[in-house]
């Protein structure tokens, strides 16, 4: 199969072709450190790590480096909020964001490129701008000239600041040349950290650390470059400013991605709005799985609205891939009837994923064959078990080998017979999702219901996880989408 992206710079799915055959050098922008990671964070770099990890399972050589924003006017703030110097908060925020990715299992990051480390070669990319016409200085530091780059907006498809744009990254002077032209490089002010240089003493401005990191690392030119969806203007058009009028040379980055924001309860996230949740709070209202599964479970161009009711989904579904884990025969002799839907479940799920990595897709076509499995007499094996080693390698989400929690004798016989009566009942009254309902909770309680052409059996399988004692099927349905209950 031929991988296929989204370019954000060309607006169409396009063959990833990286320009070394093989090797992928792949850049995200990373986060300011001057406080906790939000759970908008974990999205997108969660979403990120499943690029990573998918090109390298494809046997891509992949580089994957991100910033980090260790110098910038909102580190300076904080700093001077709390009374500590600048390289105390970033050091701090760092180190915790790089907890948190730890603990979301965003494992995929090659470099961590801090800002400060790349003074000098800013001051060299700031230099050949201002020698090629690009840049101009007034009081308060050195600024790109847009009027100089005809392609400026050719990746968000504008030019101009519109509401909604964050004003902390928008360069308010009054004297620039034109409204949009941003700064490279920030004049020294009194009690903030300054680096001397050719240019006078001062510091990066936001847009140039990435391009000047980018170039240290992979030269003017690379593969891929990913973000929020909100960095596409101003920060990646400054970008693309910034290294193709240094270099000459189009386009910086080979491929663009973005990834869709993530709102709570129906709003966006901010800390104005009173509805900002860390990274740290999600884990202790949820584990790294389930929200990893919330996140993989939409296509990673689609925005998420993260709520309770969709955690809870998530758990439901990630469980039933780790019941039916447990009923595979990993170890016995295949037969044809056991091997074949398998392989052929593979095919189809791959093929989701070589289509710009359409996750919900792949997962659809899982629970299908999960569903089917469980329909019929031939026990799943090998071939099935190693389908789902692979998946989980790329999502990550799925307790494969969890230990047994409670046995599944512990439900009696008289509680399911009633359950499976009940569930009989709703489907002869075309009350399907209630009855797709009692069917999950009676597998995670470790009982399979099968549906014959003349009769419906149940039997005991490998034991579900920890449940609530005496937990009876109600039948009561939240309104779970079919396509992707167990059965």
Not at 369 to 395: H, K, P, Y
């Amino acid at each position: 199969m031929v991988f296929r992206l989204y370019n954000s710079l060309t607006r169409r799915k396009e063959i990833f072709a990286p320009m070394r055959p093989g090797v992928v050098r792949m850049f995200v922008c990373g986060p300011t450190v001057y406080d906790l990671s939000h759970v908008g964070h974990a999205k997108t770099y969660t979403n990120f790590d499943f690029v990573a990890r998918y090109l390298r399972f494809c046997g891509y050589d992949v580089t994957y480096a991100q910033n980090i924003t260790d110098v910038d006017d909102k580190v300076i703030g904080r700093a001077r909020e709390r009374g500590v110097a600048p390289n105390d908060i970033a050091e701090q925020f760092e180190a915790e964001y790089r907890r948190d990715m730890a603990a979301l299992h965003n494992t995929g990051v090659d470099v961590y490129a801090r800002a400060t480390g790349y003074v000098d070669q800013v001051v060299r990319q700031v230099r050949r701008l201002i020698d090629r016409g690009h840049a101009y200085r007034l009081d308060d530091g050195w600024y790109f000239d847009l009027s100089t780059f005809p392609g400026y907006g050719k990746l968000s498809g504008r030019c101009d600041v519109l509401r909604g744009d964050s004003p902390s990254r928008i360069d308010a002077d009054h004297a620039k040349r034109q409204h949009g032209d941003f700064v490279l490089w920030k004049a020294r002010k009194p009690d903030e950290p300054f680096w001397p240089s050719e240019l006078g003493p001062g510091r990066p401005g936001w847009h140039i650390e990435d391009t000047a990191i980018t170039e240290a690392l992979f030269g003017p030119q690379y593969d891929l470059h990913g973000g929020a969806v909100d960095l596409t203007f101003p920060h990646h058009e400054a970008e693309i400013a910034q290294m193709e009028s240094a270099s000459g040379l189009a386009p910086l980055a080979r491929h663009w991605m973005h990834v869709g924001l993530l709102r709570i309860d129906g709003t966006k996230m901010a800390k104005s709005a009173g509805n900002s949740v860390t990274i740290k709070d999600a884990l202790t209202r949820s584990d790294f799985r389930t929200l990893r599964f919330a996140f993989l479970s939409q296509h990673y161009r689609s925005s998420i609205d993260l709520t309770e009711a969709r955690l809870e989904e998530a758990g439901r579904a990630r469980r039933r891939v780790e019941n039916f884990a447990r009923s595979v025969d990993r170890r016995g002799t295949e037969t044809d009837a056991s091997r074949k839907p398998a392989e052929q479940a593979r095919s189809r799920i791959f093929r989701k994923l070589d289509d710009d990595l359409d996750t919900p897709g792949a997962l659809a076509v899982l629970f299908d064959f999960i569903r089917e499995q469980n329909r019929t007499e031939a026990r799943a094996g090998a071939t099935a078990w190693q389908l789902l080693m692979d998946l989980d390698s790329l999502f990550d989400s799925f307790e494969l080998d969890a230990p047994a929690g409670h046995d599944a004798e512990f439900v009696d016989a008289a509680v399911v017979d009633a359950a499976v009566a009940r569930r009989r009942r709703m489907r002869a009254q075309g009350r399907f999702d209630e009855a797709d309902a009692i069917r999950t909770e009676l597998l995670e309680l470790g009982v399979l219901v099968e549906d014959r052409a003349d009769e419906t059996r149940w039997r005991r399988i490998a034991v579900a996880p920890p449940y609530r004692h005496g937990a009876v099927p109600s039948g009561n349905s939240s309104g779970q989408d079919r396509s992707a209950s167990g059965g």
